[in-house]
């Protein structure tokens, strides 16, 4: 069920931009710029994309880290905070 949503939200993403282009849907794959920004919109969405990272350089996520300790006998693994600098 989660690929099925996943590709959804890829096709739903992807006939989004190919309506606002004016452009068939079919020719975005022959234009890297639209094909970067479709996986870029996904990130954003939080969609899970393979190699993919945030190639957004104003991502909030590259400055993100993850702080974890234990407080007075509560279990240290759920006690955990992010921290954006």
């Known amino acids: 069920m989660a690929t099925c949503a996943v590709m959804g939200q890829g096709i ?3 006939a989004a931009l ?3 282009k004016h452009i068939p849907p079919a ?3 022959t234009h890297p710029e639209l094909m970067q920004q ?9 969609a899970f994309l393979i190699p993919q990272g945030h190639p957004d350089s104003q991502n909030l996520i590259h ?3 993850i702080i ?3 407080t007075n ?6 006690i ?3 921290v954006i600098d």
């Open 18 to 20: 190919a309506i606002q």
């Open 38 to 46: 479709i996986q870029q919109q996904l990130t954003h969405d939080d």
């Open 63 to 65: 400055q993100a880290r």
């Open 12 to 14: 739903g993403t992807t």
């Open 80 to 82: 955990c905070r992010i």
């Open 68 to 70: 974890a300790h234990a």
């Open 27 to 29: 020719d975005i794959a």
């Open 73 to 78: 006998g509560i279990d240290h693994a759920r």
